[in-house]
């Protein structure tokens, strides 16, 4: 599995999770640095994208990595903890709605 943001599974560092080449430090799990740039790279991609735009990438996204079975509600609360000091409150309310109606 590539390093990628979309690939909740690939962030899931506490259960092990590896990831396929790329990592900075070696041990094949993710450094705060890969997530960064990551991050800042999703960030780019999606900048110009609506709210809906944005909620309906996120729906697609989570469907399609259920169906690979690299989805399930601790790694969506993972992922939230992971961006949730970078919310304001009302983005952290919005996104704990999107996780909540997921699981």
């Known amino acids: ?14 259960s092990g999770s590896k990831c396929n080449g790329g990592c900075n430090n070696g041990n094949g799990k993710f ?21 809906n735009q944005l909620i309906d990438e996120f729906y697609k996204e989570v469907y399609k990595q259920k169906q690979l079975g690299n989805l399930s509600p601790a790694m969506l609360q993972n992922f939230y903890n992971m961006m949730a000091p970078n919310m304001s409150p009302q983005q952290k309310q919005k996104m704990k709605a999107l996780i909540d109606s997921i699981k």
């Open 1 to 14: 599995m590539g390093k990628n943001i979309r690939n909740f599974k690939g962030y899931n560092n506490q």
């Open 31 to 51: 450094t705060q640095k890969d997530v960064e740039e990551d991050v800042k790279s999703q960030f780019n991609k999606y900048s110009g994208y609506s709210e």
